[in-house]
């Protein structure tokens, strides 16, 4: 099995099997909405098409951030630590985020597409490993030198290649990323630390996130493999 790796930039071109990752916080965070019951999710990459789709679709919400915070009309940020004090069941959810939806969004030739993070990676690997693919891309959507998308998609690499590795390691990256420091900043209360703890929560959720196109929208469900 070969693996790619791309990012926002060069994504566009990814085909075959593409895992589009973001740690902090936008796939972690939808994890956490089927958690709270959440039926779908769709991808958008504006806040316009958002707040369009939310006016549209009945029984739906909008979640995401623009510079990490919550816009205009939007119902819920980014964030696990308030998404799960949340009853999201039966909701349809349009999420736009600045680095994950992005990723997804433009993936425009993938033939088969998942958001993943870490919460949701043995779950990812088990989905990704019935289709038996020759090659997976990555996409590292935070850039890439982005650390905590970067040690999330090594350690999907490892799990293909059959490895078990020491979760720590991975775990200590994210916490030392250069998108972790504003959540260890006290005085920035809309960036909660917690939020940390709930990203690297390895394996805590035993379904995928495929997504699929569906009357021009992009729809994220959560799967059991």
Same mark, same amino acid.
Do not use: W
């Given at each position: 099995m070969k693996?790619?790796?791309?990012?926002?930039e060069t994504?566009?071109? #990814?085909? @075959?099997? &593409?895992?589009?990752?973001?740690?902090?916080?936008?796939?972690s965070n939808a994890a956490y909405a089927f958690s709270r019951g959440a039926k779908e999710i769709i991808l958008v990459s504006t806040v316009e098409e958002a707040l369009a789709?939310?006016?549209?679709?009945?029984?739906?919400? #909008?979640? @995401?951030? &623009?510079?990490?915070l919550p816009p205009e009309g939007f119902d819920f940020g980014n964030?696990?630590?308030?998404?799960?004090?949340?009853?999201?069941?039966?909701?349809?959810?349009i999420q736009r985020t600045g680095a994950g939806t992005q990723g997804a969004v433009r993936c425009v030739n993938a033939d088969v597409m998942l958001a993943s993070s870490f919460v949701v990676a043995n779950a990812t690997v088990t989905h990704v490993l019935?289709?038996?693919?020759p090659e997976i891309t990555f996409v590292i959507t935070g850039g890439a030198t982005n650390e905590e998308d970067l040690s999330c998609a090594e350690y999907l690499e490892?799990?293909?290649k059959g490895q078990n590795p020491?979760?720590?390691?991975?775990?200590?990256?994210?916490?030392d990323s250069r998108d972790a420091i504003q959540h260890l900043d006290p005085s920035l209360p809309e960036f909660p630390k917690s939020d940390l703890d709930y990203c690297t929560r390895i394996n805590t959720f035993d379904f995928a996130m495929p997504l699929t196109r569906k009357n021009n929208?992009?729809?994220m469900q959560a799967i059991k493999p």
């Open positions: 693996f790619n790796y791309t990012s926002l994504c566009h071109t #990814a085909s @075959g099997v &593409v895992l589009v990752i973001d740690v902090l916080r936008a796939f789709l939310k006016a549209e679709i009945p029984n739906s919400r #909008a979640m @995401g951030e &623009v510079g990490g964030s696990p630590t308030q998404i799960l004090k949340e009853d999201l069941t039966g909701l349809s959810l019935k289709i038996a693919p490892a799990l293909f020491e979760k720590q390691p991975f775990v200590k990256r994210v916490y929208q992009l729809i």
